[in-house]
Nanobody, 124 residues
Framework: QVHLVESGGGLVQPGGSLRLSCAVSGLSLENHAIAWFRQAPGKEREALSCINSVYGIAYYADSVKGRFTISRDNNRNIAYLQMNTLKPEDTAVYSC?????????????????WGQGTQVTVSS
């Protein structure tokens, strides 16, 4: 059984930083893709960043490139999303996702396993 639990969300002022965590059980992040998404009220879910399953290469959406950094701790099986220079438009529920199958195109893949999400609110 694959299980993902996000944490680290909260209220932060514009320009601030947060680090989200995604603890994964049931598969090894070293051998599987991991991705971060967000969904704001009234908007579609947006893929933000991912690490592919073969070479561990990170990919980013243009909206977060240069501000967000994805990483993973293979020993602890936890993925992270470091978010810097946060803006009010970054306010959303942030979720992580993974899959047991080989993932090609980790930003556009339809993942099978999702966490429950963590709220990030950027406001003064």
């Amino acid at each position: 059984q694959v299980h993902l639990v996000e944490s680290g969300g909260g209220l932060v002022q514009p320009g601030g930083s947060l680090r989200l965590s995604c603890a994964v059980s049931g598969l090894s992040l070293e051998n599987h893709a991991i991705a971060w998404f967000r969904q704001a009220p009234g908007k579609e879910r947006e893929a933000l960043s991912c690490i592919n399953s073969v070479y561990g290469i990170a990919y980013y959406a243009d909206s977060v490139k240069g501000r967000f950094t994805i990483s993973r701790d293979n020993n602890r099986n936890i993925a992270y999303l470091q978010m810097n220079t946060l803006k009010p438009e970054d306010t959303a529920v942030y979720s992580c996702a993974t899959d047991l199958r080989f993932v090609k195109g980790c930003l556009t893949y339809e993942y099978d396993y999702w966490g429950q999400g963590t709220q990030v609110t950027v406001s003064s």
